[in-house]
């Protein structure tokens, strides 16, 4: 299958909902063609973890086993004052095959998407950017840009990236997984509202003993969001809440919401990190790990008003920002890229109307208006629910590992109402 004959499906964005999405559409028939204006996948990025219902749904294609053959599995998650254990979620009560968290790197992610695409014959294409969208009665006019760097300046010498050429087609339909600056997003003119402040991360990958723990660990310290991720291969990473006077700035590649350090700022010191973890983690003991990676990431909260129009769609982060804690936006993502692809090819194979779209629209925003807190779907505490955790309602909702009905089976171990 060629994803350039005659495409079906343009899919603008190739992070790990992308790259779903576009090897759902391959599996199901449909012909993809999917972009990204990077210059190469992930190297370093945030995301790390897949939900027991991702790793149902690359079950599905085959793919759970190669994935869990690289990752670590983690069955609960602490939850830690000072050095009191406050409460936990265990993960091996929900009804699922997969019943833990499966950690594993983003890019091992991506590169074993990327090989089953081309095991379909579907090659991303790299530098290419979604520049313009044009609404038709029976699909979506694209113009698509080719990319490329030039060399600039003499005193000082950089690269800038140039527009080499476009092309324009008509495609049946366009899906939007470009991030959240996505582009599709702006070309649809769909307004995406903010729903509570930025946070900001200082984010260490550290390479030391492995206590063989099963848990992710989150400690809620002086106002701020603490986490502790083990890693495969005797490894860990810490992401600790900074403030938001602290000045960080984005990677070119925004949908991975990566900060480049440079000469950066002091908080990214990697002798900052054993104060950081006797302040916001004392039941970890002393760190004395070697530290591999360290970054800075801003994660905004926030959702589109609307997930798409006619024949152009959106899925992952195009879509909504959270929190990074309970790896949310990803996670669902892979939900609502599968959708999407059986929407899809339903209408194009003759078994489903078009105006199967709305209800997708409406089954997201009523999901991500619960995962987010907004309005009257806040986490309701009943009599079971500890004062800590009531207290913390609001800060430990982007935690849960979970959406759908596992969110609503992780927040009833916590003692909150359930739908």
């Known amino acids: 299958m060629s994803?350039?004959?005659e495409p079906q499906v343009l899919v603008a964005g190739a992070g790990p909902v992308g790259l779903f999405a576009a090897l759902c559409l391959a599996r199901r028939g449909v012909k993809p063609w999917i972009i990204d204006e990077a210059w190469r996948g992930a190297t370093h990025s945030y995301a790390l973890a897949l939900h027991p219902t991702s790793l149902e749904l690359l079950e599905e294609l085959g793919l759970a086993k190669k994935a869990l053959d690289g990752a670590r599995r983690l069955s609960r998650v602490a939850l830690y004052e000072g050095k009191?254990?406050?409460?936990?979620?265990?993960?091996?009560?929900?009804?699922?095959?997969?019943?833990f968290i499966a950690v594993l790197p983003q890019a091992e992610l991506e590169e074993l998407l990327v090989s089953a695409l081309q095991a379909q014959g579907v090659e991303v294409e790299w530098n290419r950017r979604l520049a313009l969208i044009k609404h038709e009665a029976a699909g979506v006019e694209v113009t698509v840009e080719t990319l490329t760097k030039e060399a600039q300046g003499y005193v000082v010498a950089h690269e800038e990236t140039v527009v080499e050429s476009s092309e324009t087609l008509t495609v049946p339909f366009l899906l939007g997984a470009d991030g959240h600056e996505s582009l599709t997003r702006t070309q649809l003119r769909v307004g995406f509202d903010e729903v509570r402040p930025a946070e900001q991360f200082a984010v260490f990958?550290?390479?030391g003993e492995d206590d063989g723990t099963d848990e992710m660990r989150i400690g809620l310290e002086q106002g701020s969001t603490n986490v502790l991720w083990p890693m495969p291969g005797n490894r860990h990473r810490w992401s600790f809440q900074v403030g938001d006077d602290v000045h960080v700035w984005q990677d070119s590649?925004?949908?991975?919401?990566?900060?480049?350090?440079?000469?950066?700022p002091s908080?990214?010191?990697?002798?900052?990190?054993?104060?950081?973890?006797?302040?916001?983690?004392?039941?970890?003991?002393?760190e004395t790990g070697v530290t591999r990676?360290?970054?800075?990431?801003?994660f905004d909260y926030g959702l589109?008003?609307?997930?798409?129009?006619?024949?152009a769609w959106l899925a992952g982060e195009a879509g909504h920002?959270?929190?990074?804690?309970?790896?949310?936006?990803?996670?669902v993502g892979f939900r609502e890229a599968w959708r999407l692809a059986e929407i899809f090819a339903g209408v194009l194979q003759g078994t489903l109307k078009v105006e199967a779209l709305a209800a997708y629209d409406q089954e997201r925003r009523a999901e991500w208006t619960r995962l987010l807190g907004i309005g009257d779907d806040r986490l309701a505490p009943t009599e079971r629910t500890p004062d800590w955790i009531r207290r913390h309602a609001d800060r430990l909702s982007p935690c849960i590992p979970g959406g759908g009905a596992a969110f609503e089976q992780l927040v009833g171990q916590l003692g909150f109402q359930t739908r």
């Open 3 to 5: 994803n350039r004959s």
């Open 205 to 207: 990958e550290v390479q």
């Open 84 to 99: 009191e254990r406050r409460g936990e979620l265990d993960l091996s009560k929900l009804p699922t095959r997969f019943p």
């Open 321 to 331: 920002a959270t929190g990074p804690v309970g790896m949310q936006s990803m996670n």
């Open 267 to 286: 908080f990214l010191e990697t002798a900052n990190l054993p104060k950081l973890v006797a302040e916001r983690a004392p039941w970890f003991g002393e």
């Open 293 to 298: 990676w360290r970054t800075a990431v801003r």
């Open 253 to 264: 590649r925004d949908k991975d919401r990566l900060l480049g350090i440079g000469h950066g």
């Open 304 to 311: 589109a008003r609307s997930f798409g129009k006619g024949r």
